[in-house]
């Protein structure tokens, strides 16, 4: 660990865990971002591994991870059963590395909620269904969380979707990327979830009939305002990434 | 050849393979203390006053150093040879801040947690002074980053900000340039780049039973840290014992004494033993790094297509300090010169300080910064004047049974020697390339569609070590077994050298490597080598393991000889045998000449200083496809085919290659240090800073055209930093083809490429 953590408690539940939280006080499970980040203001680890599930089920009817399964359980476990899911190639963007991937849970991963995560762009866009505990047991959208809460279940539907599109556009394959989108035909309408080096995933969503370029021009550039400037592209240029993101995406479904 | 040549496994494969405890940080650490450096947050500035108070004040923390605690002493952190040619403008703590990372104090403790801690605690006031970020700016500015003080030296003009500076000439360029039937002139730009060993920096000091400072150090130059380590802590270089085990990578980054002296400050201090290693965030910030230069080439031709006049023009930006600010330019001046024929060469070139980091030795050390730009502006002189930039190339290359005469007017900071190259395999290189990238088909074809192939190519050239400074030398004795311990000062930084110099004493001794027990790098107990850098292992070091070898295996035949008591006789299958037929094996002389007959240890020793330095040569080719949308470059391909020499082992060797590629390719793409407006580094992880991994890399095809270099051992020259030379300018010249787009700027990112699409209006 590191020289401010001084103490690692146990609680006997999620909702004992969940009342522990303050801004020393803070949730462990896989700990792959918290050793990462080596804040000095945090004094106290709550380890909930043991209280959250590891496992993953998945059907055709429903997905249902639960928060303690590492990355790496999702891929064991979903690649033989369907190996063109798409939340598997984001896995591999959004954590590259096989050992991290061991380590890493979806609980965090989702806790952590980084918008230039493919998976978060992804369950964003799949509208995937959090349990959440809190002083009581409820289930929310993912797009709505905000935060409050220590998840126990992340569940999506494929059945209720016709199809999902994934773009991710990164300098190089193992980098974070700069833009990501990801879309879902459902019905008779497209729905379209923007990340990357931006605060917040954005979504947007149109009847299939209405979806044409100059939309995509029109979100991209209300997306763009999230996004921040770095070295590796302007705002100009990450609005211009964002609307191709778009035009392939819908394209394609 | 029964050993050279061949495929052999790594003297050190089965061990590494293993896990076994072979780095610096693999041994039990009981009683060491850690230690931790404090770093300047401000770019420049005085320290007014520091109040260790509170950090002493915790139970765990035995001392903290800070300049306060030295008197000033001046040196270089640059690993050269002595005098070195780098300003001595460094000392082991700065009262002066030059960058953000500066050394402010050093914290040692009994666990790193509590060191932390203390670094926290730790109240440092400082008097903020004007800062210079862009070396553009910094010539001649009123804010002088190292104003003249007793002790320095070596600074080419403080006052001027100018750490090193280079003027040479040779003929008359601007007549040359006057006579031309066309010139051409392109400025390019490479940015700072960090060698990222997967090893960061790391150094554990204890003081043995007699009172000895041992260094365990992640180095490339032991003998260096050992010097240094003395003049600076003021002992003599006796008291001290340098320790390099297997090293995580270096890539020049470990030519340098870094945190040596500080943890062996820590141990005389304390009396007790120590353990320094930089975070990967210290790595980005308080290591090392690639120069960033900025290269004007102006380039006179005629009709025939012949250079008349080459101007090369060099602004480099060294950071706060100063190590290798002269040679680094130097180097990107010396081995681009040494390409192309010119009657007429000029070379200016300002190493310049600013309040970043210090850069420092980078694989190529110099040569990619000077190659992007030279192999580059070929390529637009070839475009411009419509010309296949092969046959362009062609026409210019020095050929063998030519002097380079650059090469004798710049060499390690002083006068050169005279290189007349006697191996060029520069054509065969090219043209196996062309074959392997489809050359002719790719260039040529239409380009069209939102995703469009190119290809282009570069062709470099390096060195073979610094001829009349790097020097290697060997110990060879015999075991009555048949083995032989090969004893010797070369650096082995994960590259393989101690498997290819084995196999060069495997190959005299008419052996098999497993023959050959290797010793390396530990200065009480291998004799002295100047390092591994500047390409010279093999080369140098190799010509003083065969030297070595070779009065070994004279010395065998001699005692064969007078154990069998014969006049004559010869040396077969580890046999001497003599012409009646009488043999005696390598196992029985040994034993023979310990115990029994005409008693002595067979053994050798020899050192070697190369007076020569044969460049080996590279042909680059890159296949790219541009997404004309976006700007996006996915490399396809990459073919690497290298001149050099005899290869002494073609694993080892095609390793270098696919090793050096990404590194390459980095800088082509996707690599750059980035500062915030105060000079704060903003990239200082992987998550930020984008190196080629192995899910990034294209297809690479390595390979090596044979050349027969007579200076060289066995025919050998370098390989080491050759091949990340020409994967930069030939991705930039793939683009080019691709889509129209010129970058002229390293990382040649999305966003340029984009705007430069949209200029074109394609």
Redesign the interface.
Known sequence: ????INKIIKPDSLKEAYSLQNKTRVLFSGGSYLVAEKN?SIQSLIDINDLVGHGVTASMEGIHIDAGATLQTFLDTVESINSECRLLKGIKYSC?SKQIRNQRTFGGEIGKGRPNSEIMVFLHAVNAELTVIMETEKTVSIRDWNGDGIITKISYFPNQIDGIELER?S??????ALVIVGAIKSGDHFEFSIGGSSGTIQTFSCRIEEWSENKNLAWAKEAVNAFVAN????LE?KE??IA?ALQRVGETL | MKVVGQKTRRVDGLSLAKGKAVFADDMPKKDFLFAKILHSPIAHGKIVSIDKSKALALDGIETILSHEDFEPHYFTTAGQGYPEPSPRDTSMFNKTMRFVGDRVAVVAGTS???V??AL?LIDVKYEELPAIFDMEDSLDNETVIHPGKDGFSFLHDASRNIAANINEELGDVQKGFDESDYVFEGTYYTPYAQQCSIEPHITLTWLDENDRLIIRTATQVPYHVRRVVAEILDIPVGKIRVIKPRIGGGFGGKQEILNEEVCSAVTLDTGKPCRLEYTREEEFYAARSRHPQKVTYKIGLNKDLMMQSIDMEILQNCGGYGPHALTVMSVSASKTLALYRAPNVKVTANSVYTNLPPAGAYRGYGAPQGYFALESIMDEIAEQLNVDPIELRKKNYFREGEEVPIAKVLGEGREGFPVILQSNGIDACIDRGRELIDWDTLKNEQKSGVFRRGVGMATVAQASGIAGIDMGSVFIKMNEDGSFNLNMGATDLGTGSDTALAQIAAEVLGLPVEKIIVISSDTDTTPFDTGAYASSTTYVTGAAVKKAAEDVLSQILEQGKKILEVEEASIVNNHVVSKDGKSISYEDICIKSFYTDHQTQIQAVASKVSYDSPPPYNATFADVTVDT??G?VKVNKIVSITDSGQVINPQMSEGQAEGAIPQSLGMA??E?M?FDDKGRP??TDF?NY?I??S??MPEIIAEFVHTDEPTGPYGAKAVAEIPINGPAPAVANAIYNACGVRIRECPI???KV?NGINQLNI
């Open positions: 660990m590191w020289y401010s000095p590259p556009f300098v190089l394959d193992s980098a974070p070295h590796f592209g302007s240029y211009k990434l191709t | 790193l947690e509590v932390e801690e926290a949308e976006t996006f793409l996707s750059h980035i903003i990239n998550e984008h080629f991994t899910i990034d990112t999305p966003e984009l």
